[in-house]
């Protein structure tokens, strides 16, 4: 089992950046594919970025060249670094976790809120 608890969210500007963090409890996640999801309100969750066990990332087009995954394996912490950030950013964003063999997430945290004001 894979606890996920995410910080960082706020209220900025356009422009402002924003770091995001995830921090997971219980088994070493370093095993782990880690993912940032967004949800909009009205909209399906997209995902935003995804960072394999062996540092593969995949980023969403609408945030390549602005935002940047990370991960510290000591820490048991995957970040998101949120550069240039746009109104069309606002989301609740959400961490996730899967096994490299599964195809879905399994295990999710609670959220963090990122507000855009323009």
């Known amino acids: 089992q894979v606890q996920l608890v995410e910080s960082g969210g706020g209220l900025v500007q356009a422009g402002d950046s924003l770091r995001l963090s995830c921090t997971a409890s219980?088994?070493?996640?370093?095993?782990?594919?880690m993912g940032w999801f967004r949800q909009a309100p009205g909209k399906e969750r997209e995902s935003v970025v995804a960072?394999?066990?062996?540092?593969?990332?995949n980023y969403a087009d609408s945030v390549k060249g602005r935002f940047t995954i990370s991960k510290n394996n000591a820490k048991n912490t995957v970040y998101l670094q949120m550069n240039s950030l746009k109104p069309e950013d606002t989301a609740t964003y959400y961490c996730?976790?899967?096994?490299?063999?599964?195809?879905?997430?399994?295990?999710w945290g609670q959220g963090t809120q990122v507000t855009v004001s323009s």
């Open positions: 996730a976790a899967k096994s490299p063999w599964r195809g879905n997430y399994d295990y």
């Open positions: 960072i394999s066990w062996r540092d593969n990332t």
């Open positions: 219980g088994r070493t996640f370093s095993s782990y594919d």
